[in-house]
């Protein structure tokens, strides 16, 4: 028995699943179709880490990394809600105001000082699929 495994490899890890891949990302990454049988080990492909390089990497460097992701994420999570209020033709006052929340927040979060809380990261992505309904809602 063979069964079909299609993975797709990431080049960079995907921190805040509520923001979607930017088109850069989705054709960084690409599809590779392997056959393995479950029951035979030896089939599974062989992983490749350099040891050396591991080994090398300090904490500075893993703090580093974290936080270029991290500001990356901010920055795309900053990217999408401008979209957002675009998409919705709404200064970032009137934004702020129909959300109930402080026109400073909306700035922050677009200028990607500050990265939205989870409830608001929930309330942004329904805002996304569904402005007329959370407007109605919130009004």
């Keep these: 028995m063979s069964l079909s495994i299609h993975l797709v490899l990431v ?54 990394h974290i936080a270029e992701d991290l ?16 998409r919705m033709n709404l200064s970032r006052r009137e934004f702020a105001r129909r959300l109930r929340i402080s026109p400073n927040t909306v700035r922050h979060w677009e200028e990607g000082k500050r990265f939205p809380s989870g409830t608001a990261c929930s309330l942004l992505r329904v805002l996304d699929k569904e402005p007329d309904t959370v407007l109605r809602v919130l009004a």
Excluded: C, W
Aim: glycine letters at 2%; zero cysteines; aromatic letters at 6%.
């Design 11 to 64: 080049q960079s890890i995907e921190l805040f699943r509520h923001v979607k891949p930017n088109q850069e990302r989705l054709e960084s990454m690409k599809t590779v179709e392997i056959e393995v049988d479950p029951k035979d080990p030896s089939t599974f492909p062989k992983g490749s880490i350099d040891y050396k390089m591991v080994d090398a990497t300090t904490e500075a460097d893993i703090d580093r």
């Design 71 to 86: 500001e990356e994420e901010r920055q795309e999570m900053a990217r999408f809600i401008r979209q957002l209020r675009g």
